[in-house]
């Protein structure tokens, strides 16, 4: 599985961004997708994940209620809907695909990385 996100940009603090990423493979739509974060000095950290239905999703205490995470498996895309963004949003936005991962909130459960896109929240 090949995984390439995009839809980063800079925003204002309260403002929204949608992340796309895009996976390749005849079976990518069979995995479950996740969502982490890095910002600058900081460890990578989990954001959201969803399963490979898209029946179930998991998100961080930080981000509950202002993140949405959903998956087009015809077209092999998972989004992440970002809404009241604030500025220790910020950081590299990077998803992630595991078959069936043991820990949907755990970085090294999953074996596909794609790049990361840059998210700058300004205030």
């Known amino acids: 599985v090949q995984l390439q996100a995009f839809g980063g940009g800079l925003v204002q603090a309260g403002g929204s961004l949608r992340l796309s990423c895009s996976a390749s493979?005849?079976?990518?739509?069979?995995?479950?997708m996740g969502w982490f974060r890095q910002a600058p000095g900081k460890e990578r950290e989990f954001v959201a994940a969803?399963?490979?239905?898209?029946?179930?999703?998991y998100y961080a205490d930080s981000v509950k209620g202002r993140f949405t995470i959903s998956r087009d498996n015809a077209k092999k895309i998972v989004y992440l809907q970002m809404n009241s963004l604030k500025s220790e949003d910020t950081a590299v936005y990077f998803c992630a695909a595991e078959r069936r991962p043991s820990d949907y909130g755990l970085d090294d459960t999953y074996g596909y990385w794609g790049q990361g896109t840059q998210v700058t929240v300004s205030s």
């Open positions: 969803i399963n490979w239905s898209g029946g179930s999703t």
């Open positions: 493979g005849r079976t990518a739509s069979s995995y479950a």
